[in-house]
């Protein structure tokens, strides 16, 4: 069985990048990332697309694109869980035959020029006056987006284990003194945790810099087999382990909603394919939509115990030249918001070596994850700089 | 944008009409009752939106009135409104409670001070015309701490 790695990373221009469809940021990002990993658009024989909120990349794409013949061609979409999920599939495919080279693209165009970021993410029912049923008895209610969703999980994880607002502030610091460092990252300001707790309420207990970004652009990777990606114009970024994990969101007595997430089954499965232990692990590159699924990740992955994650983020551990190196572009709070795009491509420039100012002191084990929906869907990658060692050479 | 005069503002909640899958849900609170979902199978109750039942799989659910008491799981104080029929509700607070019966309900919570909530507080519904002047609703379900000083000792007690 032959393993695979990553051989190629595409970025447009992201940000406030107007006047271009989701589909066209798309088709240059697997350009990019073909021209990064040196070969030609027609070897390109899978392709694997996800969009964004926008929802609007579609397979046409490959006749964008002009590949060879495809063995495989799909969209998919587990919201900021699918890159991690198309990169493990991809690796699939690869081991299976079904194709050779593999190319994942993200892209979405969420920002319209003169909309405030907020206005991305409205509900179509903004405009209703009359609501009909329990879905209107649930806007009236008025825990209808994402902020407010994750708001009320933050503050169930502050309620059951003493979590402070400042403790997530530590996070947002942590990411912005990486991102100084990151030319990609759209916010590269000095941050300080007074700036975070002063900084105004997004929802009650999330403060506006305990939020993403909301970007426009496309990223892309190209995945190969090993032995394959060796040969190629960049060192090859071998892919360890994968894991993921859906969950519904259960309302009802004994829920963990909000305490516990899938990123614990989901991680778990991905080091143990790995054949690590967090204990292991040089760099995370978690996803961020909140400072709370940071932390809250670090927890389920197993970094710390549940409910102390408040406390393990608290010595200035995730910021450069702390003990653990976590989401050292930025993330998506202060450098890009690519859904799961976001980490995958910070991991593979940790992995390669290619931080410069910002790169991690050691980047043997990267752990990259991947959250959708409202803590409901987890992806988590192991990638590495080194071919995986298979259980033979581990026990020689 | 200019900020509006506060009569047009919309109503701290919005005209919820009913459909013909709420008719019994929208009478119950008319009639100051809370309808939710029964399992007929396994007697478990569940929120009024579920369809299945999480503990035994069936889809038999039928509608049972509970007490309408029940205590705080979280909450979220809302000061900018995610969509404008939300406009003349701010700050409000959006809370998720627990029934005494079990299922959980994503509500309006009222009549709380928000820098004395913690979890665990009491709770108990009440009931709320939505919309306003010619533009009115359906009675909304809507839950208010009850006893907030005395349970509140109670349960740091
Ligand atoms: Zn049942």
Redesign the interface.
């Known amino acids: 069985m032959s393993s695979a790695a990553i051989a190629g990373l595409g970025i447009t221009e992201l940000g406030k990048v107007y006047g271009r469809s989701s589909s066209s940021l798309a088709a240059e990002a697997v350009r990019l990332a073909a021209a990064d990993a040196g070969i030609p658009l027609s070897a390109v024989d899978g392709l694997l697309i996800s969009s964004g909120q926008k929802q609007d990349v579609g397979i046409t794409l490959a006749n964008a694109l002009s590949t060879g013949p495809l063995g495989l061609c799909m969209t998919m979409n587990s919201f900021g869980a699918t890159a991690g999920i198309m990169v493990a599939t991809a690796a699939k495919a690869i081991a299976e035959g079904t194709a050779t080279t593999v190319a994942c693209v993200f892209a979405d165009t969420p920002l319209k020029p003169k909309q405030s970021t907020?206005a991305a993410w409205?509900?179509p029912?903004?405009?209703?006056?009359?609501?009909?049923?329990?879905g209107?008895?649930?806007?009236?209610?008025?825990?209808?987006?994402p902020?407010?969703l994750y708001?009320?999980?933050a503050?169930?994880h502050m309620?059951?284990y003493g979590t402070t607002s400042e403790q997530l502030g530590q996070i947002a610091v942590a990411q912005r003194a990486w991102a100084q460092h990151n030319p990609l990252a759209a916010m590269r300001e000095p941050m300080t945790l007074e700036d975070h707790q002063n900084s105004r309420?997004?929802?009650?207990?999330l403060h506006l810099l305990d939020c993403c970004l909301v970007s426009n652009g496309a990223v892309a990777v190209i995945v190969t087999a090993a032995d394959r990606a060796k040969d190629l114009a960049k060192p090859p970024v071998h892919v360890w382990g994968w894991g993921q994990a859906h969950e519904?969101r259960?309302?009802?007595?004994g829920?963990d909603w909000?305490l516990v997430t899938p990123a614990a089954r989901s991680g778990a499965a991905a080091m143990r394919m790995a054949g690590i232990g967090v204990d292991d692990v040089d760099v995370a590159e978690l996803y961020d939509c909140y400072t709370y699924t940071v932390l809250v990740t670090l927890e389920d992955y197993g970094f710390c115990e549940k409910g102390e994650g408040g406390a393990f983020v608290s010595d200035g551990r995730l910021a450069p030249g702390g003990k653990l190196a976590v989401n050292t572009g930025g993330g998506q709070l202060s450098g890009y918001y690519m859904w799961g795009m976001t980490p995958l491509s910070e991991a593979i420039i940790q992995a390669r070596g290619e931080g410069g100012a910002r790169q991690a002191p050691r980047n043997d084990v990267v752990l990259v994850s991947g959250n959708g929906g409202i803590l409901e869907h987890h992806s988590t990658l192991v990638l590495s700089p080194h071919a995986r060692k298979l259980p033979a050479e581990v026990t020689a | 944008m200019s900020t509006p005069e506060v009569s047009e503002l919309p109503p701290p909640f919005p005209a919820v009409q009913r459909d013909r899958a709420t008719e019994a849900f929208f009478d119950a609170a008319s009639r100051g009752e809370l309808l939710v979902q029964q399992c007929a199978g396994c007697d478990t109750v569940l929120p009024p939106e579920a369809k299945t039942c999480f503990s035994c799989g069936s889809d038999n659910l039928g509608p049972t009135v509970v007490s309408g008491r029940g205590r705080l799981i979280t909450w979220v104080v809302v000061t900018h409104a995610p969509v404008p029929v939300l406009a003349g509700a701010v700050p409000y607070v959006s809370a998720v409670v627990e029934l005494d019966e079990g299922p959980w309900l994503m509500v309006r919570l009222v009549d709380a001070d928000p820098t004395a909530l913690a979890a665990g507080d009491a709770v108990q519904v009440d009931f709320v015309r939505s919309g306003a002047g010619e533009n009115t609703g359906e009675m909304l379900p809507v839950f208010r701490p009850v006893g907030s000083e005395e349970n509140a000792t109670e349960e740091k007690a």
């Open positions: 907020g409205g509900s029912r903004a405009s209703t006056r009359e609501i009909a049923g329990l209107g008895w649930s806007l009236a209610g008025g825990a209808i987006n902020n407010i708001a009320m999980c503050r169930r309620e059951r309420w997004i929802a009650d207990p519904v259960r309302m009802h007595r829920s909000g």
